[in-house]
């Protein structure tokens, strides 16, 4: 099975710099995903890391290691509406299978404070 | 454009009602997924198309069957379902490896 490993809770100051890490144990593993979830809302892609290193998206920065199975999600310059749920997902290929699944972490609730 | 659309948006129905999500995506992905979401939790796999054939089913009891009529659209047929099936149902889809899984808004669904 795939094990999935993200803390629950984290709380940072607006206008800080947060980082969500996001530990995996996985066979078939492709690559490793970043959701981020408002309350009753559907989740919004927001990185996708497929090899080692640091990808940058504005804000948002993922990185990946693959020998470690780790990951991790930077937010700089936090905003109140940054605060919602981070999953990190993991999509891999099940022996056998022809196509990819993504398998969800438990998400890390992140609340922004003035 | 990254848009995966669903309907209905909410659904309210009876143990002995048939109903139906649609799905439908236009950027040419080749997969697609239904996932269910209870509160709190996070998303969990139910069935998986590939090329229009299905080709992940998490054990997903039979009151629950999908439908893929072509490569847009995707659909859940609901029968006799539990009031412990009440959740968000969530349509996703995806070119495949090496690329974002995107999905739609949902359908929230209560079961009475």
């Known amino acids: 099975g795939q094990n999935i490993d993200q803390p629950t809770e984290m709380t940072a100051t607006e206008g800080a710099i947060v980082q969500i890490n996001c530990t995996y144990q996985?066979?078939?593993?492709?690559?490793l995903f970043w959701y981020q979830q408002h309350a009753g809302e559907a989740p919004t892609f927001l990185s996708y890391?497929?090899?080692?290193g640091l990808e940058e998206k504005g804000r948002f920065s993922s990185f990946l290691s693959r020998s470690k199975g780790y990951s991790y999600l930077l937010l700089k310059e936090l905003q109140m509406k940054d605060s919602a749920s981070y999953l990190c997902?993991?999509?891999?290929?099940?022996?056998?299978?022809?196509?990819?699944?993504?398998?969800f972490g438990k998400g890390t609730k992140l609340s922004v404070i003035p | 454009d990254t848009e995966v659309t669903q309907t209905p948006k909410h659904l309210v129905m009876g143990m002995t009602n048939k109903k139906s999500l649609k799905c439908e995506q236009h950027?040419?992905?080749?997969?697609m997924y239904w996932y269910k979401q209870k509160a709190k939790k996070p998303p969990e796999l139910m069935f998986v198309?590939?090329?229009?054939?299905?080709?992940i089913n998490e054990s997903v009891p039979s009151r629950f069957s999908p439908e893929c009529p072509n490569s847009s659209l995707l659909n859940l047929h609901l029968h006799a379902l539990q009031p412990e099936d009440s959740a968000l149902y969530l349509c996703?889809?995806?070119?495949?490896?090496?690329?974002?899984?995107?999905f739609g808004a949902g359908t929230r669904l209560s079961v009475l």
């Open positions: 996703a889809s995806s070119h495949g490896r090496g690329s974002g899984v995107y």
């Open positions: 996985t066979s078939g593993f492709n690559g």
């Open positions: 890391n497929v090899l080692d």
């Open positions: 997902a993991v999509q891999w290929v099940p022996s056998g299978a022809g196509s990819y699944q993504l398998t």
């Open positions: 950027m040419g992905h080749r997969a």
């Open positions: 198309y590939s090329y229009e054939k299905l080709s």
